[in-house]
Structures are given as C-alpha cells and as structure tokens.
C-alpha cells in the first residue's frame, strides 16, 4: 500500500483558498440529530493523512461535527474544544487501523508563528487526520487541506459544504456515504 505524502506549503502561498474543488457535497442539517449523522458518515469515510479545514462564525457548530466524527470512530472519552490547549489528540480506528486524529482550533492564536513555534506542523505527516478549525488563522503555514467543510446557521439548522481539494480529498467524499435523519 502507498503511503500518502504531503509536500510543504512553500511560504507566504495561500493556494487553499484559491483552489477549486474536485467534487462536493452540500446538505442541510435541519438538527443535531443530522449533524451527528454526517459526523458518522465522515468518520466512516476517513483516510489516513487526511486534511481537513472546518469554516464557520462561532456556534456554526465545527466542534459538534468534530465530536460526532470522533465519537463515531470509536472515541469513548469526552471530545473537549482546543479553544485554550490549540490542539486535543485522540487515537481512533480507521478501516483496521490505528490513526492519530488530532483537533485543532487556531482561533486563540494571535500568528501563525504560533503554530509553528509550537511544532503542530510536523503533525501533518501524511498519517495522521488533522482537523482545522479557524485555519485561516494559520496562513499562510499551515499545510493546505484535503476537504474544505463550510457550515453556517440557517434558520434553526446548519447548512454544510464540503468540498475535495486533493484527490485524497476526493477519495474521502466518494466514500462518504450520508443518511439525513427522519
């Protein structure tokens, strides 16, 4: 099996948000209940080395489709927002095998010298699942992403886009296979 690799981001590029997506997939989540569902369809649908960028205002509800994806994948524990730690590692089961997914939240950080100075770029191996809330507050350092999720509030639900930005990406969206709640 080939082992996905990831090349460095060179400095002062942003091609994340310039890129175009491959494929995506949009729904509406009407409650928690739908957004709990399509955290376990993307925990089913993950792959090792996965990059994913979680964009939304606050109360959007990132870490609620972080928590379900982590408790989907087999995390017992409690899944705590890294607004103060930066980043919470959890170890989960993915398709046989054990995987690092690590949760990020850059919203606290004031440069993304912080990001660096505190060694997560070497977490983006290619192995590990990184999971970006606020990412654009890692530009420009931070590795570009796999899927793009942009979920905003609609009414009393959440509205959900997520797009492939890498073919690993898109491996991850062909396999994600979501069942609106009735």
């Not at 590029?13 to 569902?37: G, I, N, R, V």
């Not at 492939?164 to 709640?181: H, I, K, N, T």
Request: charge should be negative; hydrophobic fraction near 40%.
């Amino acid at each position: 099996m080939r082992k996905h690799t990831r090349r460095a981001a060179p400095p002062n590029t942003t091609f994340y948000s310039m890129q175009q997506p491959k494929a995506h997939f949009a729904a509406h989540l009407p409650d928690e209940s739908a957004t709990a569902a399509l955290g376990a369809a993307l925990a089913r649908a993950l792959v090792p080395g996965l990059v994913i960028y979680l964009h939304g205002d606050l109360g959007a509800g990132k870490t609620a489709l972080t928590r379900a994806l982590l408790h989907a994948a087999g995390h017992a524990g409690t899944v705590k927002s890294p607004t103060y730690t930066l980043s919470e590692p959890y170890r989960v089961n993915i398709g046989g095998q054990s995987v690092n997914v690590i949760h990020y939240d850059l919203y606290r950080m004031s440069s993304p010298e912080e990001f660096l100075d505190a060694g997560f770029r070497e977490d983006f191996d290619g192995s590990n699942v990184c999971i970006v809330e606020w990412p654009e507050k890692g530009e420009p350092v931070l590795p570009p992403p796999d899927v793009r999720v942009l979920l905003s509030v609609s009414g009393l639900g959440r509205d959900v886009e997520l797009q492939a930005l890498s073919e690993l990406g898109l491996l991850c969206l062909e396999r994600l296979s979501y069942v609106q709640p009735s």
